[in-house]
Structure formats: C-alpha cells, structure tokens
C-alpha cells in the first residue's frame, strides 16, 4: 500500500524543513529496501540483538 513510504518520506522531509539530521538504520532486508527507495544507500552491515 506504500503506507511506510509516506510516512518517512514525510518524516525525511519534516527534518530537511527543521534542519534536522536524518539517518537510517535498518534491522532487516524489508527496512533497507525502503531506505534504499528513499535515496540512502547502504553503507556496512552491523549485528542486531533483540530482546523478547
């Protein structure tokens, strides 16, 4: 539905009008695919941990 895409294209843009860093870290392929179709590109990888 591109749900996702709009609201950070909108978040993107809200920090661009506030002068506001915006950086992009992904935990998943899904997550990066998105940051890579709002123009971040892929700098290294890093190990996750998550707690249930």
Do not use: P, Q
Request: proline share 0%.
């Amino acid at each position: 539905m591109g749900l996702a895409a709009a609201c950070a294209a909108r978040l993107i843009l809200t920090c661009l009008e506030r002068c506001i860093y915006h950086g992009w870290e992904a935990a998943n392929r899904d997550s990066v695919n998105l940051s890579e179709k709002l123009g971040y590109h892929f700098d290294k990888e890093f190990e996750v941990y998550s707690l249930l």
